[in-house]
């Protein structure tokens, strides 16, 4: 990226900013710009006119109304571990960082909840949590750098949400400041709370277009039981969703994860080792709360069980936390050893009772349309989520591969449509789904997210052309950059 050089309308909106945020914290340096202008998604060329980090709520609150004054874009910025674009400015948008409003506020061991500004990191949560004795369920292997704020407008997801649910279950109270720049105090982490329209789960999973997150009140929890990680060699596609039924019925399980060999050969190059000798076609990774022999041996039964049925050809459980972990990365570390590759990612979702039929149809549709592309599987299949990473070939080019790719997506979009599916199942809309919402929701109820966005950002000035388009003026660009 070269050093782009501001219009003169720019530099006046700029210095307007600096009159009510500090200088420093806002950034045009094109490190800055580079940055904080992408996601994790690296399709598009960042190109944001500035990058603010307010320091306070007012100062977000005064950005906001400034915004809406002039006609500026922004776009708010978590940790930008996003996988659709949405947290991406390519359009001379202003940043809304969130880094610096990064406190825990309050616990409250009676309510067991937590209240933190949205730039917390969620680790940084996840540990206040254990050193609590409390837990925080929401977890992904982008832990380290995701932030709370960012989590709670993509209603992520992860690894626990066949038995904690998703983000949204865990918000018990948010303030946000509007498109409007209205301060608005939702919930206030009340359990119990039915006096009309909850606004606060408009805002859970907006990414970032109907307002800016500012804090949160997060419900914790009792922490799993001693968990052990089984790994399982499954020789077919049947056999994966045969060991759910039979694992899910005499555990409590808290993952039930699955991936491919072809996914698994990719964190082997990086430098891990193969769970056991036999290779399968796919893997399956089990949690369950283990804290007693009882449930030890009920995991070797079904192990047992389930080898005589042929669903599982071979198999590990940990031994120690340790050795849980390094199984744990076996899956976790897919998505990062599979990004030098510039994958094109789908992210769907069907009820589980169609999870068979969709990877049966998925299966033949991928060996038809891709029979030259290396076609990666894994996910969160006990929750009915499959990511499919297509790998470019390195003499491709991106944006002949991408088209490519989305003309199968069409395909694949139509089979979910009949399972009554989802195009994304918790890496959100963004910009990379945006085509294809139509799959998912219909034309009248896109009217009515349009009308909830009227309500909140009149303007148009939050995250504009983000999940759908709207009549939306992107006001000041600087000169473009290259
Ligand atoms: C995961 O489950 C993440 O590992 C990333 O959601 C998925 O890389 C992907 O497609
Ligand atoms: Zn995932």
Avoid at 407 to 414: G, I, M, P, Q, R
Avoid at 435 to 450: A, F, K, N, S, V
Wanted: with cysteine; aromatic share 8%.
């Amino acid at each position: 990226m070269t050093p782009s050089v501001p219009s003169q309308e720019a530099t006046a909106l700029l210095d307007g900013l600096r009159a009510f945020i500090e200088p420093a914290h806002v950034r045009v340096d094109p490190e800055s710009c580079l940055n904080y202008g992408r996601d994790w998604t690296r399709l598009y060329v960042p190109n944001p006119l500035a990058v603010v980090l307010p320091g306070t709520v007012e100062q977000v609150q005064q950005l906001v109304r400034y915004a809406n004054d002039h006609r500026l874009a922004l776009v708010p910025s978590g940790g930008r571990t996003g996988l659709s674009g949405a947290a991406v400015a390519c359009r001379g948008e202003i940043v809304v960082s969130l880094d610096r409003l990064n406190r825990i506020l309050d616990f409250d061991p009676t309510d067991r909840s937590v209240t933190c500004q949205a730039g917390v990191v969620t680790e940084t949560l996840q540990n206040f949590a254990r050193d609590h004795d409390l837990y925080y369920p929401v977890d992904f292997a982008a832990r380290g750098s995701s932030q709370i704020g960012g989590n709670i407008a993509t209603n992520a997801g992860g690894i626990k949400v066949i038995r904690y649910g998703l983000t949204r279950d865990w918000v018990t109270g948010l303030k946000v400041v509007t498109g409007r720049g209205d301060l608005l105090d939702l919930n206030r982490g009340l359990i119990k709370n039915a006096s009309g329209y909850d606004l606060r789960h408009l805002f859970i999973g907006s990414e970032g277009t109907l307002g800016i997150i500012v804090e949160a009140t997060l419900q914790l929890t009792q922490p799993l039981r001693e968990p052990s990680v089984m790994v399982l060699g499954v020789p077919d596609l049947d056999g994966i969703m045969a060991l759910y039924g039979a694992f899910r019925g005499r555990l409590e399980l808290s993952a039930f994860e699955f991936f491919s060999e072809l996914a698994l050969r990719h964190v082997l190059k990086k430098g891990l080792h193969r769970p056991f000798e036999t290779a399968t076609p796919y893997y399956v990774l089990i949690e369950f709360e283990n804290p007693e022999q009882a449930q030890t041996d009920e995991a070797l039964a079904l192990f047992e069980q389930c080898a005589e049925q042929g669903w599982l050809a071979d198999g590990v459980i940990s031994q120690s936390e340790a050795q849980a972990k390094e199984l744990w990365r076996l899956r976790e570390d897919i998505s990062e050893s599979i990004s030098e590759h510039q994958p094109y990612k789908n992210d769907v979702s069907v009820r589980i009772s169609r999870v068979p039929a969709l990877l049966a149809e998925m299966d033949e549709l991928l060996a038809r349309e891709y029979p030259d592309f290396e076609v990666l599987w894994y996910g969160h299949i006990g929750d009915g989520n499959l990511h499919i990473n297509i790998l470019k070939p390195a003499n491709l080019e991106p944006a002949t591969f991408a088209r490519q790719c989305g003309a199968v997506s069409e395909h694949l979009f139509e089979i979910l449509r009949r399972h009554g599916g989802s195009i994304s199942a918790e890496h959100g809309v963004g910009l990379t789904k945006k085509p294809y919402l139509h799959y998912t929701r219909d034309e009248t109820e896109i009217g009515y997210l349009r009308a909830i966005k009227q309500a909140f950002d009149p303007n148009g000035i939050m995250n504009p052309g983000k999940i759908f388009d709207g009549s939306t003026r992107v006001p000041t660009s600087p000169s473009k950059t290259s």
